[in-house]
């Protein structure tokens, strides 16, 4: 059977997306820093599928590398990595934020994301034909939006990284794919709000947003899409979502 990495598996996108892959067979290795959630994971999937968890912080790169380094043999033959592991920090506009939680976004979305894509490119060019990256970009990569700053452009950059990536792996048969999602029901917001649970459900009230579920199934559509198709962006917002006028402050 064919074999999926998945970063941040432990919630979101990244767990729905674990159960479609499942779902077709495919074995799974998950990671993320909660060792419970995939425990958990381990016992509700382990009965249809082989399934090998690691805990994993993204942005530890010599703890990335020895993971990826030491998975045995049955484990070597990735055919899609997805790169998910991310997240939003602060709401407050540039000038009031936190210096912390910039770094934070930088070094999970970025830096965590390189991390990973280089500790697993030979693994996946081994792999070959068929074989794809899937990097979790967001909509906020290409539009700015007030409170965005660095999150946006942790999005920016996977955007260009993915496109930059297929330049060097042509020839190789590995796909990449920047799947951006728009506003989606996960534990984004109570992360990026810190626990806010009334601010996670007055974002997402009334608004009928995208469920992980539709994410994981993009995620799966492009990661088994024949082997001579290539999606480059795929991006995904609710119907409810669209774009604001641009904002004009007058005297
Ligand atoms: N929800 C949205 O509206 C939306 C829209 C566009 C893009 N996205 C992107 O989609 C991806 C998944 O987010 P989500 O919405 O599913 O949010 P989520 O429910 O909060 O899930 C985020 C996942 O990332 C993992 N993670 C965070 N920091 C990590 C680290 N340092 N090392 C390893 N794993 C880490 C978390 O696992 P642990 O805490 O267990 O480590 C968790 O499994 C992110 O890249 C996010 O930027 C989300």
């Known amino acids: 059977m064919p074999i999926a990495l998945i970063t941040g598996a432990t919630s979101g996108f990244g767990r729905a997306t674990a159960y479609r892959f499942a779902e077709a067979g495919w074995s799974l290795i998950l990671t993320g820093r909660r060792s419970e959630r995939l425990a958990e994971l381990e016992t509700e999937l382990g009965d ?33 990595l997805v790169n998910n592991a991310g997240l939003a920090l602060a709401l407050e506009p540039a000038q009031r934020v936190d210096l912390n939680d910039w770094h934070t976004m930088i070094d999970t979305n970025i830096t965590g994301l390189v991390n990973v894509t280089h500790a697993a490119l030979p693994l996946l060019i081994d792999t070959g034909k068929g074989a794809s990256i899937v990097n979790i970009g967001s909509v906020a990569g290409s539009y700015p939006y007030p409170g965005s700053h660095v999150y946006g452009a942790t999005k920016a ?83 409810s979502q669209s774009w604001s006028p641009f904002s004009i402050e007058r005297e």
């Open 157 to 239: 950059f996977v955007q260009q990284f993915s496109y930059n990536l297929r330049c060097d792996l042509k020839g190789s048969g590995v796909r990449v794919t920047d799947v951006a999602p728009g506003l989606a029901e996960t534990e984004f917001m109570l992360v990026r709000s810190k626990g806010d649970e009334q601010a996670s459900k007055q974002l997402y009230a009334g608004a009928n947003p995208l469920q992980a579920e539709d994410i994981a199934a993009q995620v799966f559509y492009v990661a088994t899409l024949p082997e001579h198709i290539n999606i480059n962006r795929l991006e995904i917002m609710p119907t």
């Open 48 to 80: 249809k599928v082989e399934v090998l968890t690691l805990t994993l912080d993204v942005r530890d790169a010599e703890a990335v590398k020895a993971a990826i380094d030491g998975l045995d043999d049955a484990w070597r033959r990735i055919t899609c």
